[in-house]
């Protein structure tokens, strides 16, 4: 799509704030009002519209796309939506582990351990690792909580915390991210312990490299969403 417009702001409207294009705001592509609550978030995908160039690139738009789908879609099916993340509580990254080389268990441990305590002392709960791959259930009541601290999100808070969720295969470490208990970085390598041993061993080719790059700003995308909400006005 051609760029049909020559300015992009964030505006007050009666529903909180919105992004205009010479003064006609912006719909999702499900034709709603693009409104949120916080004038932050307003202006950084004010400032996404505005550095378009003379075709519109939605990939570029990473916090337009999520607020859309914050409408569009996580919205209408707010109870779905945090049940497909909930789901991750049970199935976490960070339980697990690997029986060798010892280094790797070590900087699993180094890592993911952490994450975990601060987790259980959050929500009071205990976790179940183990080794390999093969499903190993958690505790009901661990289950239970980690669903509700998810369902408690609001649209737009989920619809930032699925990217960090997602690709990150923790929903402990995104929780932890989104209650600013750890900093993105240590997070984010705390989700590429496995990947990252594997590359300092062997090495990445170039298709590996422009993968992970993809992934971590993504990933950053999310986690920048989820900090301009906290921003509000």
């Excluded at 950053?220 to 969403?225: K, L, N, T, V």
Aim: net charge negative; hydrophobic share 45%.
């Amino acid at each position: 799509m051609k760029r049909f417009y020559d300015k992009a702001d964030a505006v007050r409207t009666s529903d909180g704030w919105a992004v205009a294009l010479d003064e006609r705001t912006v719909k999702t592509p499900g034709r709603k009002p693009l409104a949120m609550a916080s004038r932050k978030l307003a202006d950084a995908i004010a400032a996404e519209w505005a550095g378009q160039e003379e075709l519109i690139d939605p990939a570029a738009m990473p916090l337009t796309g999520l607020a859309n789908a914050a409408i569009d879609r996580v919205t209408p099916g707010h109870a779905d939506f945090a049940a497909e993340l909930a789901e991750y509580g049970d199935t976490d990254l960070l339980c697990y582990r690997a029986d060798s080389p010892a280094e790797l268990v070590a900087n699993q441990c180094a890592a993911w351990d952490p994450l975990l305590e601060w987790a259980a002392r959050r929500f009071d709960i205990a976790f179940e690792t183990t080794t390999g791959i093969v499903h190993r259930p958690q505790p009901e009541a661990t289950v239970a909580r980690l669903r509700a601290a998810t369902e408690a999100y609001g649209p737009f808070h989920l619809a930032g915390l699925s990217p960090v969720v997602r690709i990150g295969g923790s929903l402990v470490a995104a929780l932890a991210l989104a209650e600013n208990a750890f900093d993105e970085d240590t997070v984010w390598a705390a989700t590429r312990v496995d990947e990252d041993w594997q590359a300092d061993k062997w090495g990445e080719d170039q298709e590996a490299i422009e993968t992970r790059d993809a992934r971590r700003r993504e990933f950053s995308a999310g986690m920048r969403f989820l900090r301009l909400l906290e921003a509000g006005d």
